[in-house]
C-alpha cells in the first residue's frame, strides 16, 4: 500500500471520528437535558449521572406543571409561549419589512455616503447592551411602554434591523444587476422588481436572516426582564425559565422541562428551514 492510499483511507476514518465526536458532543446535552425533564425527581436524586431511562420509568407530570396556569398551581408556561411567539414573530415579521427595502436600496441605489452606510448601521453594536438599556428604559418609561409587549418588539426591531440590512445587502449584492435590468424593460417598478424578481432569488438570505431574528426575540433575556418583569402576564419564556432557575422550592427536573420547551421549538423551525437556509437559488440565474 502505497503512502497516498494510507493517506487516503486514514483521512476517510478520522473524518467520520470526528464527525461521531461532534454528533455527541452537540446532541447529549440536549438529550441529557430531556431525560432529566421525564425522569421522575426521587430516581435523579439516587442516581443523577445515569444517561439511560426506560419508557416505563418515564413521567410527564413536569411538562404538566410547567404549561399548566399559574392559578391552577402550575408555572403558566403556555402563556408565556403565546406571549414569545408574539413578540419574537411579530419583532422577525416588521424587521424584513423595513431591512428588505432598506438592503436592497444600499446595494443598488446611489446616494452619498452609500458606501459608509451599512458599517454605520453596525455601529449600535459598539455599544454593550447595558449601555442602551438605561436610556431606553427611561423613554419606554416616560413613553408609557414599558410593561407592554409593544414595547419589547420595539426594542427588539431597532437591535436587529441595523445586521439584518448588512447581512441582507451583502447577499443582494451578488445578484446580477442585469436581471433588474431585463425586469425594467419588462416595465417592472422597483418595488415591482424587489417583490417578484430579488425576493424568490433571495429566499435563503431572508429565510436565514429571519431565522436570525427570531432566535434573537426568542431567546433575549436582558431587555425582557428589563420591560416586562413587573407585569408577569406578559412574561417571555426566558423570563419565566429564569424564575425557575432561581426558584429554590421548583426542582431541577421541572427547570429542565422549561427548558426543552424553551428550546424545541428553535430546533424544529431550524430543521424545517435547512433546505432553504443551504439551497443556492440564484445559481445559474444569469444566463448572459
Do not use: C
Not at 119 to 143: E, G, K, M, S, W
Not at 253 to 276: D, K, N, Q, W, Y
Request: aromatic letters at 12%; zero cysteines.
Amino acid at each position: 500500500m502505497d503512502r497516498a492510499t494510507f493517506e487516503t483511507r486514514l483521512f476517510g476514518v478520522l473524518r467520520w471520528v470526528v464527525i461521531a465526536v461532534l454528533i455527541v458532543v452537540t446532541l447529549f446535552p440536549f438529550y441529557y437535558m430531556v431525560l432529566l425533564s421525564v425522569r421522575p425527581i426521587e430516581q435523579v436524586l439516587q442516581d443523577p449521572g445515569g444517561i439511560w431511562a426506560g419508557p416505563a420509568e418515564w413521567t410527564f407530570s413536569t411538562y404538566r406543571e410547567v404549561l399548566t396556569s399559574v392559578d391552577d398551581g402550575g408555572q403558566g408556561f403556555l402563556r408565556l409561549l403565546g406571549n414569545t411567539t408574539l413578540v419574537a414573530v411579530s419583532a422577525t415579521l416588521l424587521t424584513l419589512l423595513v431591512a428588505l427595502p432598506g438592503s436592497y436600496a444600499v446595494s443598488r441605489l446611489q446616494f452619498v455616503g452609500r458606501r459608509q452606510v451599512h458599517f454605520l448601521f453596525l455601529a449600535v453594536y459598539l455599544f454593550p447592551a447595558i449601555l442602551l438599556a438605561i436610556p431606553l428604559f427611561t423613554v419606554f418609561t416616560r413613553l408609557g411602554l414599558r410593561g407592554s409587549l409593544g414595547g419589547l418588539i420595539i426594542v427588539y426591531i431597532a437591535q436587529t434591523i441595523p445586521v439584518s440590512v448588512y447581512m441582507l445587502r451583502n447577499y443582494l449584492s451578488t445578484i446580477p444587476v442585469s436581471l433588474e435590468e431585463a425586469a425594467a424593460v419588462d416595465g417592472y417598478t422597483r418595488l415591482q422588481t424587489l417583490r417578484k424578481v430579488i425576493l424568490p432569488l433571495a429566499a435563503p438570505a431572508v429565510m436565514a436572516n429571519a431565522l436570525y431574528v427570531f432566535m434573537i426575540a426568542w431567546n433575549e433575556y436582558l431587555f425582557a426582564l428589563l420591560f416586562l418583569v413587573e407585569n408577569r402576564p406578559n412574561w417571555t419564556v426566558s423570563l419565566g425559565l429564569a424564575q425557575l432557575a432561581g426558584g429554590i422550592e421548583v426542582s431541577k427536573t421541572v427547570l429542565m422541562a422549561g427548558s426543552v420547551v424553551l428550546t424545541l421549538p428553535i430546533v424544529i423551525i431550524f430543521f424545517a428551514t435547512e433546505r432553504l437556509l443551504t439551497e443556492g437559488l440564484t445559481a445559474g440565474a444569469d444566463k448572459g
